[in-house]
């Protein structure tokens, strides 16, 4: 079991590598093509939006990766178990909407294109999230 989970850590920490190698190389092409995208509207810091997020995902990665490491982690994660298995889907659609729904406003803010109503309505996204997420999570350990 113990080698499977740190498979599946390594496996995760691979994909936010990943990613953040895309974010990166997104970031070195908007530097390089700065003075030549005229629909972009910020398109001279546009590249610094992709720089920082490719660099978070990054250190992200090498967090999951040494997470699989630790031994502690390993442990507990196996006697909450069976809690976990209940919520482990709804935690991870949430992770990962909340993450690509925070990505976004920040790059929206670095490029340019986020005006007022769209960064509101992107906050209020989130914050919509937030709330349904602990509303389930609540509603499962009432059920538990």
Do not use: H
């Not at 509207?41 to 990665?61: E, N, Q, S, T």
């Amino acid at each position: 079991m113990k080698t499977s989970m740190e498979n599946q850590y390594k496996a995760v920490s691979a994909l936010w590598a990943l990613l953040g190698i895309l974010f990166l190389i997104g970031a070195l092409a908007m530097f390089v093509m700065r003075d030549n995208m005229p629909q972009v509207p910020r398109a001279d810091i546009a590249y610094i939006g992709f720089l920082l997020l490719g660099a978070v995902f990054l250190i992200v990665a090498v967090s999951v990766y040494y997470m699989a490491k630790d031994k502690n982690a390993v442990i507990q994660e196996n006697d909450e178990r069976g809690r976990m298995i209940s919520g482990k889907a709804g935690s991870l659609a949430f992770v990962v909407q909340t993450v690509l729904v925070s990505s976004a406003l920040f790059l929206l803010c670095f490029m340019g294109f986020a005006t007022v109503p769209v960064m509101i309505a992107l906050m209020f996204l989130i914050v919509v999230s937030i709330f349904v997420y602990l509303v389930s999570v609540f509603y499962y350990n009432q059920k538990m």
